[in-house]
Protein backbone atom coordinates (compact mmCIF):
# COMPACT_ATOMS: atom_id res chain seq x y z
CA UNK A 1 0.00 0.00 0.00
CA UNK A 2 1.50 3.42 -0.89
CA UNK A 3 2.42 5.39 1.77
CA UNK A 4 1.81 9.06 1.07
CA UNK A 5 1.43 12.67 3.11
CA UNK A 6 -0.08 15.38 2.20
CA UNK A 7 -0.26 18.49 4.91
CA UNK A 8 -3.07 21.18 4.87
CA UNK A 9 -1.56 24.58 4.02
CA UNK A 10 -2.08 27.14 6.99
CA UNK A 11 -0.45 30.02 5.60
CA UNK A 12 0.29 31.74 9.31
CA UNK A 13 1.75 28.70 10.35
CA UNK A 14 3.99 27.82 7.36
CA UNK A 15 7.66 28.81 6.96
CA UNK A 16 9.84 28.30 3.82
CA UNK A 17 13.82 27.28 4.63
CA UNK A 18 15.97 27.51 1.78
CA UNK A 19 19.03 25.53 2.87
CA UNK A 20 22.69 26.10 1.68
CA UNK A 21 22.08 28.33 -1.69
CA UNK A 22 25.78 29.35 -1.24
CA UNK A 23 27.98 30.60 -3.55
CA UNK A 24 30.83 27.29 -2.63
CA UNK A 25 28.13 24.90 -3.43
CA UNK A 26 25.87 26.94 -6.09
CA UNK A 27 28.59 29.00 -7.97
CA UNK A 28 30.67 26.93 -10.90
CA UNK A 29 34.26 28.03 -9.27
CA UNK A 30 32.50 27.49 -5.57
CA UNK A 31 35.23 24.65 -4.17
CA UNK A 32 32.02 22.03 -3.23
CA UNK A 33 29.99 23.07 -6.49
CA UNK A 34 26.68 21.14 -7.07
CA UNK A 35 26.04 21.57 -10.80
CA UNK A 36 22.35 20.59 -10.24
CA UNK A 37 22.01 23.44 -7.63
CA UNK A 38 21.83 25.89 -10.81
CA UNK A 39 18.56 24.14 -11.92
CA UNK A 40 16.28 24.88 -8.75
CA UNK A 41 16.95 28.49 -8.35
CA UNK A 42 13.80 29.71 -10.59
CA UNK A 43 11.84 27.56 -8.22
CA UNK A 44 13.09 28.62 -4.98
CA UNK A 45 13.02 32.22 -5.90
CA UNK A 46 9.04 31.94 -7.00
CA UNK A 47 7.80 30.71 -3.66
CA UNK A 48 10.07 32.95 -1.95
CA UNK A 49 8.70 35.62 -3.62
CA UNK A 50 5.15 34.34 -2.85
CA UNK A 51 6.07 33.86 0.53
CA UNK A 52 7.18 37.21 1.15
CA UNK A 53 3.73 38.49 -0.62
CA UNK A 54 1.98 36.62 1.89
CA UNK A 55 3.97 37.80 4.88
CA UNK A 56 5.11 33.93 5.37
CA UNK A 57 8.62 33.92 7.08
CA UNK A 58 11.84 33.11 4.52
CA UNK A 59 14.47 32.10 6.01
CA UNK A 60 18.01 30.74 5.14
CA UNK A 61 20.82 28.52 6.34
CA UNK A 62 23.96 28.73 6.03
CA UNK A 63 26.79 26.48 6.69
CA UNK A 64 29.55 29.29 8.63
CA UNK A 65 32.25 28.22 10.57
CA UNK A 66 34.91 30.47 12.54
CA UNK A 67 37.75 29.42 10.47
CA UNK A 68 40.22 29.00 13.35
CA UNK A 69 39.32 25.21 13.93
CA UNK A 70 37.48 25.84 17.40
CA UNK A 71 33.75 24.69 16.45
CA UNK A 72 34.82 22.54 13.73
CA UNK A 73 35.31 19.13 15.24
CA UNK A 74 34.11 16.21 13.58
CA UNK A 75 33.36 17.90 10.43
CA UNK A 76 36.81 18.91 10.14
CA UNK A 77 37.66 14.97 10.18
CA UNK A 78 35.14 14.99 7.39
CA UNK A 79 36.03 18.01 5.24
CA UNK A 80 40.26 18.49 6.39
CA UNK A 81 39.48 22.00 4.46
CA UNK A 82 36.12 23.00 6.43
CA UNK A 83 37.63 25.67 8.13
CA UNK A 84 39.56 27.92 5.02
CA UNK A 85 36.00 27.06 2.80
CA UNK A 86 33.20 27.63 5.70
CA UNK A 87 35.32 30.74 7.57
CA UNK A 88 33.48 33.43 8.30
CA UNK A 89 35.65 35.91 6.24
CA UNK A 90 35.54 34.05 3.13
CA UNK A 91 32.82 35.63 0.47
CA UNK A 92 32.08 31.79 -0.62
CA UNK A 93 29.81 31.48 2.07
CA UNK A 94 27.25 34.30 1.35
CA UNK A 95 24.02 33.45 -0.57
CA UNK A 96 24.11 33.61 -4.22
CA UNK A 97 23.02 36.98 -5.79
CA UNK A 98 20.09 35.52 -7.22
CA UNK A 99 18.54 34.14 -4.34
CA UNK A 100 19.60 37.29 -1.73
CA UNK A 101 17.76 37.40 1.58
CA UNK A 102 15.80 40.22 1.72
CA UNK A 103 14.27 42.97 4.43
CA UNK A 104 12.14 40.46 6.77
CA UNK A 105 13.87 37.42 6.16
CA UNK A 106 15.51 35.43 8.55
CA UNK A 107 19.25 34.20 8.08
CA UNK A 108 21.01 31.33 10.56
CA UNK A 109 24.37 30.30 10.61
CA UNK A 110 24.77 26.65 11.13
CA UNK A 111 27.81 24.58 12.23
CA UNK A 112 26.87 21.29 10.86
CA UNK A 113 24.31 19.32 8.73
CA UNK A 114 20.80 20.31 9.99
CA UNK A 115 20.20 23.71 10.26
CA UNK A 116 18.60 22.45 14.09
CA UNK A 117 21.55 21.42 15.43
CA UNK A 118 23.06 24.15 18.03
CA UNK A 119 21.28 27.11 15.81
CA UNK A 120 18.12 28.60 17.31
CA UNK A 121 15.85 27.68 14.24
CA UNK A 122 13.31 25.88 16.44
CA UNK A 123 13.26 28.97 19.10
CA UNK A 124 12.51 31.07 15.54
CA UNK A 125 9.99 28.99 14.35
CA UNK A 126 8.13 27.88 17.39
CA UNK A 127 8.33 31.91 18.87
CA UNK A 128 6.34 32.46 14.98
CA UNK A 129 3.86 29.29 15.97
CA UNK A 130 5.00 27.61 12.97
CA UNK A 131 4.54 24.04 12.86
CA UNK A 132 5.12 23.27 8.97
CA UNK A 133 8.27 23.90 7.07
CA UNK A 134 9.20 23.52 3.35
CA UNK A 135 12.46 22.53 2.65
CA UNK A 136 14.73 23.04 -0.94
CA UNK A 137 17.75 23.84 -1.60
CA UNK A 138 21.26 21.71 -1.41
CA UNK A 139 22.13 19.46 -0.85
CA UNK A 140 19.15 17.35 -0.91
CA UNK A 141 20.64 13.95 1.43
CA UNK A 142 23.13 16.02 3.97
CA UNK A 143 21.80 18.73 4.98
CA UNK A 144 18.36 19.03 3.32
CA UNK A 145 17.22 15.78 4.61
CA UNK A 146 18.86 15.80 7.81
CA UNK A 147 17.01 19.21 8.63
CA UNK A 148 13.83 17.37 7.64
CA UNK A 149 14.38 14.56 9.73
CA UNK A 150 15.39 16.70 12.85
CA UNK A 151 12.11 18.78 12.05
CA UNK A 152 10.26 15.91 12.30
CA UNK A 153 11.75 14.69 15.43
CA UNK A 154 10.56 18.24 17.03
CA UNK A 155 6.93 17.40 15.75
CA UNK A 156 6.86 19.90 12.85
CA UNK A 157 5.03 18.69 9.45
CA UNK A 158 7.54 18.94 7.04
CA UNK A 159 7.47 19.57 3.17
CA UNK A 160 10.56 18.67 0.68
CA UNK A 161 10.40 19.82 -2.71
CA UNK A 162 11.52 17.57 -5.52
CA UNK A 163 12.32 19.83 -7.94
CA UNK A 164 13.95 22.68 -5.16
CA UNK A 165 16.55 20.29 -3.70
CA UNK A 166 19.91 19.53 -5.42
CA UNK A 167 21.16 16.41 -5.04
CA UNK A 168 25.24 16.04 -6.11
CA UNK A 169 26.90 12.77 -7.51
CA UNK A 170 28.98 10.39 -5.39
CA UNK A 171 32.65 8.75 -6.42
CA UNK A 172 32.70 4.70 -5.99
CA UNK A 173 33.20 5.03 -2.09
CA UNK A 174 33.64 0.84 -2.28
CA UNK A 175 30.05 0.33 -3.57
CA UNK A 176 30.09 2.05 -7.32
CA UNK A 177 29.84 5.47 -8.20
CA UNK A 178 26.28 6.91 -7.63
CA UNK A 179 24.68 9.60 -10.38
CA UNK A 180 23.33 12.85 -8.98
CA UNK A 181 19.96 11.72 -10.18
CA UNK A 182 20.26 8.18 -8.50
CA UNK A 183 21.23 10.16 -5.01
CA UNK A 184 17.77 12.94 -5.85
CA UNK A 185 15.29 9.35 -6.79
CA UNK A 186 16.05 7.35 -3.53
CA UNK A 187 16.62 10.47 -1.22
CA UNK A 188 13.06 12.20 -2.09
CA UNK A 189 11.46 8.71 -1.93
CA UNK A 190 13.07 8.55 2.18
CA UNK A 191 11.85 11.37 2.36
CA UNK A 192 8.12 10.74 1.41
CA UNK A 193 8.24 7.38 3.04
CA UNK A 194 9.79 8.25 6.40
CA UNK A 195 9.66 11.79 7.23
CA UNK A 196 6.64 14.17 5.22
CA UNK A 197 5.80 15.19 2.33
CA UNK A 198 7.25 15.70 -1.10
CA UNK A 199 5.41 17.56 -3.58
CA UNK A 200 6.52 20.04 -6.50
CA UNK A 201 6.93 23.57 -6.26
CA UNK A 202 3.96 24.31 -8.20
CA UNK A 203 1.79 22.06 -6.46
CA UNK A 204 2.88 23.65 -3.13
CA UNK A 205 2.73 27.60 -5.18
CA UNK A 206 -1.14 26.64 -6.17
CA UNK A 207 -1.68 25.33 -2.34
CA UNK A 208 -0.57 28.36 -0.86
CA UNK A 209 -2.42 30.53 -3.23
CA UNK A 210 -6.08 28.92 -2.34
CA UNK A 211 -5.41 29.30 1.32
CA UNK A 212 -4.37 32.28 1.16
CA UNK A 213 -8.08 33.10 0.10
CA UNK A 214 -9.51 31.05 2.49
Known amino acids: MLKKVTWDIVPQRT ?36 MRANT ?14 SDTGRFRDLYPDADAQFARSNPAIEVIDELQPQAGDIVVDKLFYSGFHNTDLDTILRMKDIDTVIICGTVTNVCCETTMRDGVHREYRMIALSDANAAMPYPDMGFGAVSAEDVQRIALTAMAYEFGEVTTTDNLMQRIAEAVKQ
Open 15 to 50: ALVIVDMQKIFCEEDGALYVPSSRGIIPQIKKLAEL
Open 56 to 69: MPVVYLRHVVRGDG
